[in-house]
């Protein structure tokens, strides 16, 4: 029975998709935008400080990523359904999809700017420092 009420709980999500599928596509573009100056502040915190960003920030990233699926899962469902949606829907899922784009090499460059600040210096490319031997100096040690 379980099984049951959760298939009519997601059927019911669903239908609620179709119908409301040109707000649907507006919460989307307006994830969109929310993921996207998530990123955008992570990049120029990344960039300006050398730091990784607090736990909080990271926190407020994570929980981000289930709204995007689930809105996402929601917009194939308009898609597979055959629902039409206006031109203004369509301009929206396009520009919403640009923004994705945008996301994701933004979030690469990031995590390029992560793994850089959390390199030890002499991995990052810089030339290790090679010093002359002084045989004195080792002579003296193992004499003294």
């Known amino acids: 029975m379980p099984s049951l009420q959760l298939d009519i709980g997601r059927f019911s999500r669903y239908f609620l998709t ?34 990784v960003p607090e736990a909080e920030f990271i926190e407020r990233k994570k929980s981000l990523l289930p709204r995007l699926d689930e809105s996402l899962d929601k917009l194939r469902v308009i898609r597979e359904s055959g629902v039409l949606v206006g031109e203004a829907a369509r301009r929206q899922i396009e520009i919403a999809q640009n923004k ?45």
């Open 18 to 51: 179709l119908v409301n599928a040109e707000e649907t596509i507006r919460a989307h573009a307006s994830l969109c935008d929310e993921v996207l100056a998530v990123i955008m502040e992570e990049n120029r915190v990344l960039r300006s400080t050398g730091n």
């Open 100 to 144: 994705l784009m945008k996301i994701f090499m933004i979030d690469r460059e990031n995590e390029q700017l992560l793994l850089k600040v959390s390199m030890p210096v002499a991995r990052m490319g810089a030339a290790p420092v090679i010093r002359k031997a002084d045989p004195d100096k080792v002579r003296r040690a193992y004499k003294g």
